[in-house]
């Protein structure tokens, strides 16, 4: 996802000159090409995240068009309120970038792994949140966050993502993406655990059990038609998210299914309940060690289907 936003960035910033690139010195060697080809549009605010989103709201005032990028927890918590205020409370036409979301900074334990940031980053009045699942959604999403007047927040893994989409696809801002067919079951996730349960689904429907696999791109603006036309027809959701449940995209698909009428089906969460993440090792080690492997999320499909 990383070098996808990053030549999605360079290819905006060569046609549109407002574009700037702000970064608070993590993973600056990244940028090198971006840097070299426009040093003007480029700013490294130092390890000062806080400073960086102040920075970014006076040059939106002043009409550019900054994306600041740095590790998500660094980004998200420790910057919330210059988000909240020089960014959101002033409307500024901010994008935030967090890199490593969910567990994949696996290996350096909880401090770095953001758990918390879209329960966090939806609360923020008029934020568009963006999660894309691989490579392609993060072209289309920081291509999508460029053309929205206002706050973006992008979360992003990091390298190596695996290839989700094979080929280009009709992507609209705002609306989740079928990945798979099915009548038994809706899974519902976002990022990079998308993989992980359509891995599940392919395998589930060897096994007999049809699941259907929303993917939601956006999380806010949150596709109401979407969940509440699965819940209509499959009569059972499974929300599997790399989040602790509270306020996260669980809970987005709840409030709409009972604001829109749509809440007398079977539903469950999975994710981090009311705790941070267990254990270290590789991120395969994280899914596992905190209940999100391929397994965990075959068995709580079966276990919905046959009760």
């Known amino acids: 996802m990383r070098n ?3 030549s999605a960035l360079y290819n905006l910033a060569k046609n549109n000159k407002q574009i700037m690139a702000l ?3 993590n993973g600056a060697i990244v940028y090198d090409k971006y840097c070299a080809a426009f040093p003007a549009q480029y700013l490294n605010c130092g390890i000062s995240e806080a400073n960086m989103i102040g920075v970014a709201a006076g040059l939106a005032s002043c009409g550019k068009i900054p994306f600041a990028y740095t590790i998500s927890n660094f980004l998200v918590y420790r910057a919330f309120e210059q988000i909240r205020n020089d960014v959101c409370l002033q409307r500024m036409n901010v994008k935030l970038v967090g ?3 969910g567990f994949v900074y696996s290996a350096l334990g909880p401090t770095h792994h953001g758990t918390e940031d879209i329960a966090l980053m939806r609360s923020l009045p008029g934020m568009t949140v963006f999660s ?3 490579p392609l959604e993060t072209k289309k999403v920081t291509e999508a966050a460029a053309r929205i007047n206002g706050p973006v927040y992008l979360r992003l893994a990091t390298g190596g993502t695996p290839v989700i989409y094979d080929k280009d696809y009709d992507f609209a801002a705002g609306r989740a993406v079928e990945l798979a067919s099915g009548r038994d ?8 655990i998308v993989y992980e349960t359509l891995l599940a689904a392919r395998e589930l429907e060897k096994a007999g059990i049809s699941a259907r696999l929303l993917n939601y791109h956006t999380i806010k603006p949150f596709d109401r038609s979407a969940i509440v036309k699965a819940a209509r027809e499959t009569g059972r959701i499974l929300v599997v998210e790399e989040q602790n449940v509270a306020g996260a995209l669980g809970s987005a698909v709840a409030e709409a299914l009972l ?8 539903f469950r969460r999975m994710g981090l309940q009311d705790r ?3 254990g270290y090792g ?5 899914k596992e060690l905190n209940g999100l492997s391929r397994a965990h999320i075959m068995a709580a499909v079966k276990e919905m289907v046959r009760a």
């Open 4 to 6: 996808a936003y990053l």
């Open 23 to 25: 970064i608070s010195d």
């Open 99 to 101: 890199i490593g979301v």
């Open 132 to 134: 894309p699942c691989d």
């Open 185 to 192: 079951i809706t899974l519902v996730s976002t990022g990079s």
């Open 259 to 266: 604001e829109e009428g749509a809440g007398a089906v079977k």
């Open 276 to 278: 941070f993440t267990e």
């Open 282 to 286: 590789t991120y395969d080690d994280l």
